[in-house]
């Protein structure tokens, strides 16, 4: 029979005998006797498990004795009467031998309940019965009430002075334990002579304290066996007095008391006489540990060699567990620490040996006190040496991979996972510590390494027994090193680390450590930390880019995972530590790629190496998006502490990026650089407080501008005259510099004269003369030419950084590599905003001549003489108040100056009706810009003509149905609802319009849109489904369009639309534009498949390569050419197929579309050349728009997507990558080469859906009524027409509010469907615009025509080159449509 079940009998038979009448005379005697026998039993099993002793007794699962607990605890009859009947009830009052078994009972118990909750809940007359039984002498109750109350922590505040009585009586009685215990080591050592000799001894105490053993057990009868156990009472004894005076051991109002009676001394006494194997010996020495908290205590300890005294014991698991804890305790003192570090360090070796054995051991608790230890003893260079010296680098990361093994299936035990977290956290923040102590280590010795060079003398190791300041100069010696250590350089703690696999293990713990980051446990920041160091040396930091797989089958790059935490807002502490990693990892030193005069070719080689890791982290940082993490940290305002903080290092590592010469042209496009929005953050720091930290922001922003724009940035600049100076930059360096070498040539001539070579002036005459085969042209030039702005780049070394700070963004063919921009200025010595000042030694003659040649040797190759004329033209486009970007040839002997604007002439009349008239009389457009203000005149204006509802009343199946989709073509209206089912409507010259086809839904979801082919031949519908948030129900549904005409003709007009393939798994879907045999589609995954229209079947599929973008609103598009596919911001050429090339990212929600022109590409706000992948411009108000493409390409409609926090919050997953909704605003934009918006419409009520029909002059919208995005397609939505180039009539204005108000239940209609026509104002005017559009088509041949011919005139007058026909486009199907809008 098992314990519990023992116990449940036990149980069981005290409950019959409690309610039996007469009660049995041993009762309750023999049956508390039994239960506190087995619960003794229970103890000594446990106790040959040798678990941890400083494990929660509570959460131990398994564990017998903690089972036994519960099991016995979950009895609250039997509770409530062992406290309130047998301890203190009047009717055991007088029964001794009752209140030492409950007391017995109650004291073993009391681990495995809450005792602060069960001191709270007793009553006050319990508690004092406790205290009585403390301060006498009545053992056993005594030693009962001292354990019971050992476990009340709250109890010190409450009962503080006969706490103090308590101790008082305590420590004599541990004084005489401790007598007791001499005798019997005496007696059994006759021939011992260490006790007395060692500084701890007992003779140094006070000698007038007689010290008087415990009485013997014999002479007490109710010490009985059969009353307190068969167990060694005599050691219970003393653990309950420790324990007690353990609780206490923090209290400062207790140390005099144990001060004045030396228990310092008599602990360690105790220790040199207590067998290693007692169970007491783990109860001394963590009340010793609890002593060491106190420095006064500490310091004793160091001067009684107690130190010593524990490293002499022999190694013991339990015991070893508890020094551990005195191990941790002692790292806080830092004049122990210092005092361990030189005078005893000899003991270093066995502490080490103790600590690395415990982290062997199976004991948790001795494992994280010793990790603690470790970690703030990585201070210290004495204890670092040591490890490195016992290699204790392997055992952390063995602890450390069993952690992440282990959580990589995590228990199902809570306190399990906990212990696996901590162990994590604790062994990652010891290895951090451990790098982060050997970085200033190396930083000091390569600082040694190159001040004795200079006066041939080696470096001395010498050791340091101050604690190192690593946080004050790990970020100085981290750039140290990375300034100063070669490609190759050997680091032997990285070069471990590396060895053991660490790097790949601290990533894997960083994965699992996503799941914790809500939690104090978050080992995230650490971690980043370490990776940091472990990357500062070039050859290691290409392991970032590799790819690891996270546990969930993920793959990410290092770098991409960095940059996560980067952006991870509300963990202030992982964002501080992945900007730093990115830091060191882009703002590196840049060797030149020229080489040196005293150049070795291996170091030569070493240097191209260490550039070829950058370029390739610049590479790396831009594929995963940096460039858009930095920039949205410049921006960010939360949390405000530390706001400031997280712009200066992003801004720092923009620095750093901007060398590279893709990334510079990129961010100099972006609208917060070349908008003054960085210079106005300049202004002032988010908090106060931060002024330190702004104004290195302000240092770094500076050195920025400088790169991007080359303009110097002084305090004292002002934005304007720096927003001049950054145009100025910006045209000029687009300017092409082109001139006649003719007049090198001459001025060659001209100085080999002045110089007295006429030889080789002659022979630079015929040689000129025999290859370009004419004479050397003559110049009027002065006697002694001055050219003022070439004074400056006569000096070998200033015109290559001159050239390459200045035109950074410039096209320059010249000796040094444009990403050099500023190799020197962005090193991580000379970006830090403030420089230290070195004192100079002082040299004799040869040493300055010694660092005068190794100076010269260290220059950079002189820039060749096109450089020279080059900047020297450069410069003198730039003192142009006006600069322009096409220019003439320069001249070396005539000044250049750009023509001062003209007033501009021929400027379109603002009023059309002028414009129109200056047309008449053959001016083009009516002048100037004429055709941009004739769009914006139209296509500003939309004027609300007709409404379709759902009609819900006639069938109970259609009760909820709502439009979700719209499409119009011919004279049809196609709306898709939220059933699955499409509605198709005949449009005809007078309202209402009625259904003519209802199709059968094929997947019951949502039509979310509709796509109709460039023939109008087919028609593909898109649908989405709740399905899972992985892989919801999506797909799509190609349909055949029947002609119009032939199906009016042949009677059977509802068969308008027929169904052919339905594809599954597809987001989104779109026809190519040159003809309807392939269908593009969205997957998920951010997956994009060519499909044949015919048979259905996918013919190619493009996986975007790792890295991918992951817009929310991702669909892919073909080029207008249909040779191009772009995918979630991937250019595809899908016929190879093959990526050409990502672009970055820069919003989450728009993957981007095609511009008409061929040649570029719009992504949200920026437009891209696909040429030459450069951005080209920003352009704000496209901001978080889908573009949609009017039929004649000249137009664009922008829907603004729904902001990212009613995306996360308010809509299913399963829709997130829905296009709809919308913002109740829609944008108008020429789609020319400068996009310029045309106006903005309010419809007043939320965006589904967009469309437009053939002749872009009539728009179709569906709108939601319900305002809320939670109830999407659910709340009840309308299709909606407007008239474009319409203004709204005066009373049309309460339009709006009409509809709120008119009641569908008026009318009953025998149709499916009812339509109001209460929008519909003028029957005339829409029959006159009917008329209109079906004249337009007669002269639309000839308007295509002189706008051709308008468009050659155009480009001299300033217009855009992109044809802008708005003439109306024939359709095929207008010659059935005669009288109907089209």
Known sequence: MSLIDKANELLSRWEKEVCTLPVPEDFPNNVLMCIADVIDEAKDEVQKLGLDPYDDFKDIAGNVESDLIKCILDHDEFLETLTSTYLTGSRYAHDTKVKILAARIMSSAMNGINANAYFKEVEEDMIDLLYRWALADQEPLTSYAVEMLSYGETLCSRYHQNNMEVVSLLLQKLKGMYASAKSEYIAAHPTTTTIGSAPWSEDTQDGTETITSSP????????????????????????????????????????????????????????????INSPIIFDIIRYLSALLCHKKFASDFMNYEGLQLLMDLPFNQRASTGISTCFYALVFHSTVMERL????????APMMTTCLRLLKGKHESGRSHVTLFLTFGFHYQAIIEEFDKQCGLPIFFKVLRRAVDALKTPPENEVEVFLLRQKMKHTCNAVRQYLAGHTVLYAEHLRRVKDHQGVGMSPQIYTNHKALEIEDNIKTAYEYIQANAEFDTLWKPIDDVHSLGGFETFIQAFFLSETFRSTRYDASPCIITALTFLTILPRYQLKLTEQ????????????????????????????????????????????????NLSMTPSQYSRKNSADDVMHKMWSAIRTNNGIKVLMSLLLTKTPINHADELRMAACKALNGLCRSRGVRQIASKLHLMSSGQLLALMREPILPENVETHSKFCTYTRSLLEVLFGVSTDKAANEPSLMNKMTKVDIVSKTPITFNKDEIYHL?????????????????????KQKLGKDLAVYPVKSEPQLPSTTHLMSPITP???????????????????????????????????????????????????????????????????????????DQHMMCEHPMSIVPKFSLFREHKCPDPQPQLYEAPVNVVVRHQQRLYGVPYGGRNGRYRDYKYIFSKFKPYYTLRMDNRNAEDWENVNYTSCLTFSDYIVAGCNNGHIKVYKMTEHPPYFCVQTTESVECEPITSLVLSQSSKMMVSNSTGEGDVDRPNNSCTIWGVRDPGSSTEAGNSK???????????????????????????????????IVDCYTGRTVTVLANPPGSNGYYKNHAVFNFTDDLVLNDGVLWDYRTPTAIHKFDKFNNFVSGVFAPSGIDIIINTEVWDMRTFKLLNTINSLDNCLLKYNHSKDVMYGLSHVKQEILDHEISPSYKHVMGPFESTFKTFAANSGYPSLGTYDVGKQIVDLNFCRRDRLLVTVESTNEEFTQLWSGGSVVKLYLVGRSKASRDDDEEEEDEEEDDDDEDDDEDDSVDNSEFDDDEEVGSLMSEEMNDRSSNSSMSNDDEDEDEDNDSSGNPRTSLNFSVMSDSDDDHTQGRIV
Do not use: W
């Open 748 to 768: 060659l001539h001209s100085s080999l004269l002045e110089c007295g070579l006429k030889s080789t002036a002659n022979a630079l005459v015929d040689e000129v």
């Open 341 to 348: 570090c030189s005078y005893t360090r000899h003991l270093i």
């Open 800 to 874: 290559c950084k001159k050239l390459v700070i200045r035109n950074a963004r410039s096209r320059v063919s010249s000796g040094c590599d444009p990403d050099v921009s500023s190799a020197n200025l962005l090193s991580p010595s000379s970006i830090r905003p403030t420089t230290s000042k070195v004192p100079q030694k002082s040299f004799g003659v040869k040493d300055h001549m010694e660092a005068l040649e190794a100076k010269t040797s260290q220059m950079y190759h002189p820039p060749s003489l096109n450089d020279l004329v080059y900047n020297f033209m450069r």
């Open 1055 to 1089: 068969d308008l639309l027929e169904q052919r393939h339905n594809i599954q798994g597809v987001d989104h879907a779109v026809f190519s534009y040159l003809s309807d045999d392939k269908l593009l589609c969205t997957m998920p995954e951010h997956k994009s498949s």
């Open 548 to 595: 690891y797989q996270a546990p969930n089958g993920d793959s990410h790059t290092g770098i991409k995972m960095i940059l996560q935490a980067a952006e991870s807002f509300g963990n202030i502490d992982m964002q501080r530590a992945a900007l730093s990693l990115i830091v060191v990892v882009v703002c590196g030193p840049y060797r030149a790629s020229n080489m």
């Open 216 to 275: 013997d057990i014999a002479d007490n009868p109710l010490l009985d066996p059969t009353l307190v156990g068969r167990r060694n009472f005599e050691e219970f004894q003393c653990q309950a007095v420790l324990h007690f005076l353990l609780s206490l051991g923090e209290y400062q109002e207790f140390l005099g008391l144990i001060m004045k009676n030396s228990i310092l001394k008599l602990l360690l006494n105790y220790i040199s006489i207590t067998d």
